[in-house]
């Protein structure tokens, strides 16, 4: 008897379509766990180390390849330009696309336009933390998927974080709105504080320590202690204190609790239009 858990499956051979901002930060969770060698199309990319290989263009793509998954992270506007030049792959291996609002319908239709029916395709929503481990990604999968394909998708994806799948696809959108763009809400906010703090007076590189320590350690505090992130408010806001005052100002009912509900809406608006 041992008490050592069974590793893991190795993470399988990957055709990745666009290795930007999204694609870079989950290839680089999936290099530090093993990725069997896979192939990246991207113009842009010189310095992914063997066993991968990387294509500038879709025209290069090995024919002999035989990908476990196509992995679509190009801009959702460059769908159609660049469906066409995967289908031969996708007759073989499911898609899963991470691209921002494009429907598994669109997906499905224009991959059969291009040569592969009944392609099948399952949609992610990663966030960047997945470049160190701490992603959060939310899935949605059509009847037609398998539980191996589904399987195959949690393992690459759990690699890099969290992750959970939705059961309608319309769900897609407010994730996009929340954990999707998300990262960049937190970002903003640590901006905002490092300014504030120089306007008080503070030198700037101080500013930018405490304004950054304090959204990654309030992060991993939430994290760590799973506590709701309303207690840990309140733990923080001494009665007649300094963050009561502040809390006065952010949390009147017409600036956060309004301003963010309207964010989100908007992003999720915006992501929905992207379908087409
Ligand atoms: N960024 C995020 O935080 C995030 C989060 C979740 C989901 N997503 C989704 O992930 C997808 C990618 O976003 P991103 O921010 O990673 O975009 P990005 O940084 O522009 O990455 C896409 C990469 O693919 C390359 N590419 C596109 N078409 C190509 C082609 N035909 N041949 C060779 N290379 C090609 C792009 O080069 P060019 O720029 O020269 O076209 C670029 O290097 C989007 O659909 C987005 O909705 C992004």
Sequence with gaps: ???????????????????????????????ADGLAPSVILDRHRDDIPAPHTVVRQAADLPDDFTPALIVLATKPQKAADILPS????????????????????????????????????????PNTPSAVGQGMTVCFAPPAATEADRALCTRLLSAVGDVAWVAEERQMDAVTAVSGSGPAYVFLLAELMEQAGIAQGLPAGLARQIARRTVSG???????????????????????GTTQKALDVLMAPSAWPAEMEAAIAAAAHRAHELAS
Aim: with cysteine; net charge positive.
């Design 218 to 240: 309030a992060g991993a505090l939430m994290e760590q202690s799973g506590l709701d992130a309303a207690e840990l408010r309140r733990r923080v806001t001494s009665p007649g």
């Design 86 to 125: 995967i289908a031969r792959f996708a007759r073989h291996a499911p898609v899963l696309s991470v691209m921002a609002g494009k429907t598994v319908g669109g997906l499905t239709a224009a991959l059969a336009a291009a040569g592969a029916p009944g392609a099948t395709v399952i949609r992610a929503m």
């Design 1 to 31: 008897m041992t008490d050592e858990k069974t590793p893991p499956a190795p993470l399988p051979p990957l055709l990745l379509v666009g290795c930007g901002q999204m694609g870079g930060a989950m290839l680089a969770g999936w290099q």
